[in-house]
DNA sequence: AACCTTTATCGTAATATTACGATAAAGGAT
DNA sequence: ATCCTTTATCGTAATATTACGATAAAGGTT
């Protein structure tokens, strides 16, 4: 098969999963921490902060958007990324949901 | 090619994305909530619990034990799993260093 | 119109993931 | 020793991801 049974889950996990897996990837890390510091920038200087080409890059940025985590903007012939802040802060408490509930016992 | 270029980015980057690819996946969401309700169980309750064979189950568990998410151990025929404390709060510092580093600034 | 810049998309190849059944391995129980 | 239970691993098939170069598309500029 391959496909991942996503039906049989809540949509609160496929939401979760889906996100943490766009954060599965180095390079999408890497995009997320340089939009951050830069506010918003064109898809360009992504590309040449990365050490990939830029027809890659332009798909992990498309990862990102698909999951709604960044969005773009055109502006002439380039297009302006930033990361959406309602997503962010959606992903922020979905993650820290999970991540608060754990409540370090002893182990078996 | 199809390999990730993991040698370009960072420990840290590289660290966290392990992570978050680890949590990329709703059966193992579903695997670490359960984790976390029972404190600790048996590979079978799991098995149980999901609506997945159990091969299945066992390579999610080799999965999140293999990035250190979770320990497993021998109890007689049956293995004990539960969540690695320590690796918990790794995860959790990472992430909330990422999430809480972006401040809801104009988009572009 | 002809050109340049910028970014997305296509095509392709390599690798990874997901899922399952079948089988092996490890350890108790009879 | 022979079973039964439990879990890992193997084998396999389908699908997904990753990366790149090449090309297309969109929008300025001359």
Redesign the interface.
């Known amino acids: 098969m391959g496909l ?3 039906e ?3 949509l609160e ?2 939401e ?3 996100m ?11 995009i ?2 340089f939009l ?1 510091r830069k ?3 064109i898809c360009g200087d992504i590309v040449e902060e990365l ?2 080409s830029q027809s890659t890059v332009s798909q992990h940025l498309m990862e990102l958007k698909r999951v709604g985590l960044i ?1 773009g ?1 055109i ?1 002439g012939p380039r297009i ?6 309602k997503a ?1 802060l959606r ?2 408490q979905s ?2 949901n ?2 608060d ?2 409540q ?2 002893a ?2």
Chains 1, 2 share one sequence.
């Open positions: 991942a049974k996503t049989e889950f809540t996990q496929n979760l999963a889906a943490a897996k766009a954060l599965g990837h180095p390079a999408r890390i890497a997320l921490q951050i506010q918003s920038c050490p990939l969005q903007s502006s302006c990324y930033c990361i959406d802040p962010w992903l922020k993650l820290t999970l991540l509930s754990f370090d016992p182990c078996c």
